[in-house]
């Protein structure tokens, strides 16, 4: 029987928290874990650079259907800077561009710097990064020696507060929104400095609803069985706590999971954030959006449950009526 055609344990349908290790990438962590899985489809919701270390949640079997969703969510990491050094990737990992003197700066001072970093700004994607620009990853074009023009994101800093100052480092903490580079933070703050700056250590310490000391070493996670990584991961509905749910019937359950629309005579919301919809157990079935008086699914999960018959495979067929 082919990889696809093989029926996935139904236990391997969630999120795994791993506190990625430095000196790995994401998608490392995700192959690793996918080979201890029994090789299930696996993705990851959010990437960490080599350096950084942290909360990574590994997604298995239907859960990577919602990697977008999670995505969408604040962060939050601890972070150390050396101030008097630019280096061409923003990080310890990169060579060394310039070197200059640290000035004196008092402790009220580096407060003022991290008080003005905070609110809604635009930040340039840095050229090592995974961005694309014409669906190349801008890293590619980095270690070739070539700038392009890189886009530029609307970010939010919630808030950036210090943990430490003992110069030339600096710790702080920052509460941001998706798509921020910290390393971009941290370069900002050392031309404000007017001596340079690069991070040297950068660890995510929460992710949406994901925190760090919920997440199990990558060492530990490959020491599973996979009972007991089945066991370990976090089932869809509790994933995507943050969304309303709606609970439908068995029969309703069954054009869901064949991708029917959803009828409903008396709708509780047409609200504008998708809502989870679930079986009499709790179990998520899909993630909806509201059209009209209809629920349409966008992400649907038949894993774990019984084969469903479908009268056609098509998303477009005639909603399935219920109350």
Known sequence: MSPRARRIDAR?????????????????????????????RCGHAGTLDPLATGVLPVLLGDATRISEHLMNHDKEYVFTLCFGQDTDTMDAEGQVLSTRPVPRMSEERILSMLAGFTGPQQQTAPMYSAVKVDGQPLHRAARRGHEVERPVRGIVIHSLTLEAWESPHLTARVHCSKGTYVRVLAHDLGQLAECGAHVTALRRVRSGDFTVDRAMPLDAVLALSQDQLGEALIPLRDALASFAAVGITSEQARGVLCGQDLSLEDPSAGADEPVVLTDDAGRALALAVWQGTNLHPIRVFPGGFEKTTCISASFHQNPVTGG
């Open 12 to 40: 391997m349908h969630g999120v795994l928290l791993v506190d990625k290790p430095a000196g790995h990438t994401s998608h490392d962590v995700v192959a690793r874990v996918r080979r201890a899985a029994g090789y299930v």
